[in-house]
């Protein structure tokens, strides 16, 4: 099977300026791969441009057509704006299908069949009625994954997604991203600055600053050089759920 995605010295940026310079990159469908660097490496430009908001300055990108028909579901860093919208927790994950429906003016019942599926998919389906903004971090993280599901099930694209969350809410969550990955073989990009669980749970590791530091197995970026800047010497990863 080909890849979903494939970077062939490609260059991202704006203007006269390139934020992430000669990537070569290939996403099959069930990886896993966690994107690190320092703030300003080019990660959220990386992003950008793996979401079609960014023509590549030079290279190539290739993006396959299962891919560009099934879409990429996205979940950005929240804000706290969004963290207070107030809608129910059903209405939040039934939007996710919008981009399926053209111009029809509702929701059909296959749309609504299939946020119920995610929802149970996700364990959420008995906060169906709560509202959004009552929901604790780990919960509200729960339903934008299943609304992110309901707009594709086939790569989902994070943003610093364990940013907020208690350190039990951030095991459940690494835990419920293993298991989608595993089981339903959806592709994971992850961008985080939680390296440590990022060596644990992911199967992939990139490492931008600008060109590419690191990429390879994540059961070894933490001997490589480029890891030097992130993780103490003796820290061994804990083994993967």
Request: hydrophobic share 40%.
């Amino acid at each position: 099977m080909k890849p979903f995605i494939i970077c062939e010295h490609v260059d991202f940026g704006y203007e006269n300026h390139d934020a992430v310079i000669d990537l070569n990159l290939e996403i099959c469908q069930g990886d896993y791969l966690c994107v690190v660097g320092e703030n300003g490496s080019g990660k959220s430009t990386l992003v950008k441009g793996l979401l079609g908001l960014l023509k590549p300055t030079g290279g190539r990108l290739y993006v396959s057509e299962e891919l560009k028909k099934g879409g990429i579901g996205y979940l950005p860093q929240q804000t706290a704006a969004q963290k207070d919208f107030p809608a129910t927790v059903y209405e939040v994950v039934l939007s996710g299908t919008l981009g399926r429906r053209g111009n029809l003016p509702f929701y059909s019942k296959a749309e609504h069949r299939l946020a119920a599926k995610n929802m149970e998919r996700l364990g959420i389906t008995e906060l169906r009625r709560k509202c959004y903004r009552e929901l604790s971090g780990g919960q509200q993280q729960r339903v934008l994954i299943a609304r992110a599901l309901c707009a594709t099930d086939q790569l989902l694209i994070m943003d610093e997604p364990v940013t907020g969350l208690d350190p039990a809410a951030i095991q459940d969550f690494y835990h419920l991203i293993r298991r989608l990955n595993s089981q339903y073989r959806l592709t994971i990009i992850m961008v985080s600055h939680d390296i440590r669980n990022v060596i644990a749970q992911a199967d992939q590791v990139l490492h931008l600053k600008q060109t590419v530091l690191y990429y390879g197995p994540a059961a070894e970026y933490a001997e490589s050089e480029a890891a030097g800047m992130f993780l103490d010497h003796d820290w061994e990863p804990s083994m993967k759920e």
